[in-house]
C-alpha cells in the first residue's frame, strides 16, 4: 500500500515569498501523483497532477511541482505567493495503471498561511 | 450537474442515532469514491464503486458504515449507531474512466 508525508503541517509567509511544500511518498511501482488546494469554505480542487513524461509539471494559478523519482518526492512549488494563496495543500498519490479505479492516497496537508 | 453534490452539507446528531449522507455523482461518471476528512488530519479513503463491480470497503473504519449505489449514479453512505468519532467531514468524489476526480463540498457531520 502508498502512503504520503506532509512533513510541514503549518507554513507562513508574507506575499512575494517563495513557497515549497514537502511531499515523499512510499510505495515500490509506478504512481500518479497530484497536488490539491482546499481554500477557506471551498471544496477540494486539483491544482496539478503528473502522470509521466517531464518530471516537472505546471499547474494552474503559478503552481508548479517535480517528481524526482530517487527521492520519491512531488515537492509543490511557486515563486512568489499571493494572499489569495491562503489554503490547505493535500499531496495525493495513486497507483498508476487500472484506469481511474485506484483511490487517492493523501498526505496529512499543509496549512498555508500568506500574511498581507 | 455541473458538480458533485452532497446533501446536507452540515448534520448534526445525537450519539447513537443512525445517519444517511448523499452524494449525487457528475453524470456519466462511472467512479464514486467517499472520503473523511477529520480535524488535522488527511483525506481518509472509505470506499469506492466502479461502474457494477462489487464496491472496494477497505477503508471502512468499522461495520457501523456502510454505503450503496443506485443505478450506478447515486450514492447513500449510511452510518450507524454514531459515535462521537464519527464527527468528520464526508467527502464524495466521481471520476470518468480517465482520471479526473471532481470532489463535491462535503458534509460536515456533528455527533453530540
Known amino acids: 500500500a502508498q502512503s504520503v508525508s506532509q512533513h510541514n503541517h503549518h507554513v507562513i509567509l508574507s506575499e512575494a515569498a517563495s513557497l515549497e511544500l514537502g511531499c515523499n511518498y512510499s510505495?515500490?511501482?509506478?504512481?500518479?501523483l497530484f497536488w490539491y488546494v482546499q481554500y477557506p469554505g471551498q471544496h477540494l480542487q486539483l491544482l496539478l497532477k503528473?502522470?509521466?513524461?517531464?518530471?516537472l509539471v505546471k499547474g494552474i494559478k503559478g503552481f508548479e511541482a517535480e517528481f524526482i523519482k530517487s527521492k520519491f518526492s512531488f515537492n509543490l512549488r511557486k515563486p512568489s505567493v499571493q494572499w489569495s494563496d491562503t489554503a490547505e495543500y493535500f499531496c495525493?498519490?495513486?497507483?498508476?495503471?487500472?484506469?481511474?479505479?485506484?483511490?487517492?492516497?493523501f498526505g496529512s496537508g499543509t496549512q498555508l498561511t500568506v500574511l498581507p | 450537474g455541473a458538480g458533485v453534490s452532497q446533501s446536507p452539507s452540515n448534520k448534526v446528531t445525537e450519539k447513537g442515532k443512525d445517519v444517511e449522507l448523499r452524494c449525487d455523482p457528475i453524470?456519466?461518471?462511472?467512479?464514486l469514491y467517499w472520503y473523511r476528512q477529520s480535524l488535522g488530519q488527511g483525506l481518509e479513503f472509505l470506499i469506492y464503486?466502479?461502474?457494477?463491480?462489487?464496491?472496494?470497503k477497505s477503508g471502512l473504519p468499522s461495520d457501523r458504515f456502510s454505503a450503496e449505489r443506485t443505478g450506478g449514479s447515486v450514492s447513500t453512505l449510511t452510518i450507524q449507531r454514531t459515535q462521537q468519532e464519527d464527527s468528520a467531514v464526508y467527502l464524495c468524489a466521481s471520476s470518468p474512466l480517465s482520471y479526473g476526480y471532481t470532489f463535491g463540498s462535503g458534509t460536515r457531520l456533528t455527533v453530540v
Open positions: 495525493a498519490v495513486k497507483a498508476a495503471g487500472s484506469g481511474s479505479a485506484r483511490q487517492l492516497t
Open positions: 453524470s456519466g461518471h462511472t467512479a
Open positions: 503528473y502522470f509521466s513524461g517531464d518530471p
Open positions: 464503486f466502479q461502474g457494477n463491480s462489487a464496491p472496494d
Open positions: 510505495y515500490g511501482g509506478t504512481v500518479n
